[in-house]
């Protein structure tokens, strides 16, 4: 009965890590919305985050369960744990992000404001961009050709790494414009610095996670 459970599970096909990265992608483009609100100077419903954060979590807990179960994957698991782990931390931080933001919105001012702006479209614009990666590595995955579809894959790690180091100089220039406010409060010049370091933070776990997929492609 053992053997017959272990094949039934064997042969049971993997929740796609496509589906646990467009999960992650709608906390991010709900987070996208809350940004506006608060450049528009309304309220942040910091749960509608938090429930897509929360939607893409189980679908990481179903696909973490099925890795364990697995006797043999095309993969090393390790690696599939990691990656895994670095998708989840991009929804961890959209929560955070807009539980800050729903906390405290200081006077920005227009230049502020559109430099917020850019930042939060250069997020949207990562995340996107690795949802369309993990779908052609999920798709190579599927028909076993990831070695063929190994350029294709590492042209968006490229995109993606270009689209993070945008991000980096936006981030740099908010930072030098919120210490440039000289009549910016203390309490609001940190508030601002640590919102600007938690939604470059998103970029950072997408290159982390596109740097994941360049690991499993370069030893496939």
Known sequence: ??????????????????????????????????????????????????QKEHEADLIKREIRNQLTRKRRLLLPRSALYQLLWHQD???????????????????????LEEAYGALAEAVSRIVHAYGVTIEDFDTAITARNLREAAAKISEGV????QFEHESDLVEREIVSMIYGTEDLPPF??????????????????????????RALVSGA
């Open 158 to 161: 490229d995109r993606i790494n």
């Open 188 to 213: 609001d010049r940190y508030h601002l610095v640590q919102l600007v370091l938690m939604l470059g933070g998103i970029a950072d776990q997408v290159e982390n996670a596109a740097g994941d997929l």
């Open 1 to 50: 009965m053992g053997r017959i459970r272990d094949h039934i599970v064997s042969q049971r096909p993997l929740i796609t890590f496509r589906t646990h990265a467009a999960a992650v992608e709608e906390a991010a483009e709900e987070l996208g919305r809350q940004t506006r609100a608060w450049l528009r100077g309304e309220a942040v419903n910091a749960d509608l985050v938090s």
């Open 89 to 111: 931390q991009i929804a961890d931080l959209c929560q955070d992000a807009a539980l800050l933001m729903s906390l405290r919105r200081p006077p920005l001012g227009i230049a």
